[in-house]
């Protein structure tokens, strides 16, 4: 066995309130059809990978030195790209970019976050914002969502004002329910707000509703807006997350990050997926209404179907969701169990996924 293997979880001086936690675990299981991390379906279309490949290949020869330590070219091709995609002028003080929007969220508490602070959520929402939380000692304080998974702005403000946490989550499209929030909800949750309001847009390009970026010159002191690379761009793999706001938030990030947290290969390899972003994203439009007809036709199976402007959509109800999962797992398709009562989380794919998906969705809903 492992040399130190005699050695457990529980032997070791472990911080006390980590002690009993669970990591993050979404299986990653060989099956056919993988419909369970909300990833873009389409592998990087040929001309970009020739791209990548051709940036990886000037990089090689400088891995010698340390990379940009502030990302400026690659902040400058997102400000550009999400300028474009939200209508909002944005600089390159206004962008900051990490691994995957988690690292993004981790700093973001790491700097507002932490020890005798506090960060609040409407549940049931992503479940790393809490243990973020956790792993950066910031106290969780989660806020209920309406029986239907929509957010009751009056009620969730209402919250925000009680509690006064420094840290807000708003997920938008909320994984795992889907469903977006208006800028007016979002405007009075900000204004109840003590702290820091963080919008979770890792799917906003698959909605049609306005982006909190909107938001950023009317609250300055209070809007950061958090996205992702992993979802609508198909660059999961490629771990670049990134975020919008006043340039003072960016200079507040820069006090915890880690020197060189991005590598030469990511920021090149990112900046190569920007300039391919008219292509990758012509997907986003095929997945949308993939999604409707999924929906649609999980609806006639007599399945309730939680409304979603995401890339995957929530259903039940299932007496045992456990017994759901394995007979769609028994089926070769892989969905996702979040932990809500009666209900499973399943990705939109490729049109021949989904059809795999509803086909074993015939036999499992009751
Ligand atoms: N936010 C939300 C709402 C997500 O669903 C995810 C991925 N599941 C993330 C953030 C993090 O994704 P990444 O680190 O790949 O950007």
Do not use: C
């Not at 702290?195 to 938001?215: H, I, M, N, Q, T």
């Not at 007496?319 to 990705?347: N, P």
């Amino acid at each position: 066995s492992a040399p130190g293997a005699g050695v457990r979880l529980d032997d070791l001086p472990l911080r006390e309130d980590l002690r009993g936690r669970s990591p993050y675990g979404a299986p990653q299981l060989d099956v056919p059809v993988r419909l369970n991390t909300n990833e873009n379906p389409f592998p990087p279309p040929p001309g970009l990978v020739a791209e990548i490949v051709a940036a990886v290949g000037e990089i090689a020869g400088t891995l010698n030195r340390y990379p940009d330590r502030d990302a400026v070219a690659l902040r400058t091709d997102l400000a550009e790209y999400l300028s474009d995609a939200t209508g909002v002028r944005l600089s390159v003080a206004n962008l900051w970019a990490a691994n995957g929007s988690n690292e993004i969220l981790q700093q973001i508490l790491q700097a507002f976050g932490g020890p005798g602070r506090t960060a609040m959520g409407f549940e049931p929402s992503y479940s790393m914002h809490p243990i973020i939380a956790s792993g950066t000692r910031t106290e969780w304080v989660p806020a209920p969502r309406r029986a239907d998974f929509s957010l009751d702005a009056a009620a969730a403000a209402e919250a925000i004002a009680e509690r006064a946490p420094d840290v807000v989550f708003v997920t938008s499209p909320n994984n795992p329910t889907g469903q977006s929030i208006p800028l007016s909800d979002l405007r009075a949750l900000i204004a109840a707000a003590p702290g820091v309001v963080v919008v979770d847009e890792a799917y906003a390009e698959f909605s049609s509703r306005e982006s909190a970026v909107r938001l950023i010159d009317e609250f300055p002191a209070r809007v950061i807006v958090s996205r992702t690379m992993s979802k609508a761009f198909a660059f999961a793999g490629g771990r670049l997350g990134y975020l919008a706001a006043a340039p003072a938030v960016v200079d507040a990030l820069l006090l915890v990050r880690l020197p060189y947290h991005l590598s030469s290969l990511t920021q090149a390899g990112a900046r190569a997926a920007l300039r391919h972003a008219k292509e990758t994203l012509a997907s986003v439009r095929l997945l949308s209404s993939e999604r409707d007809r999924v929906a649609a036709a999980l609806s006639g199976l007599g399945a309730s179907v939680v409304p979603s402007d995401a890339n995957f959509i929530l259903f039940g109800p299932f007496a045992d969701r456990a017994a759901a999962w394995q007979s769609y797992l028994d089926a070769g398709v892989l969905v996702r169990d979040v932990g809500i009562d009666g209900h499973l989380r399943v990705t939109i794919g490729t049109p021949a996924e989904n059809d795999a998906f509803l086909a074993a969705s015939k036999e499992i809903i009751p």
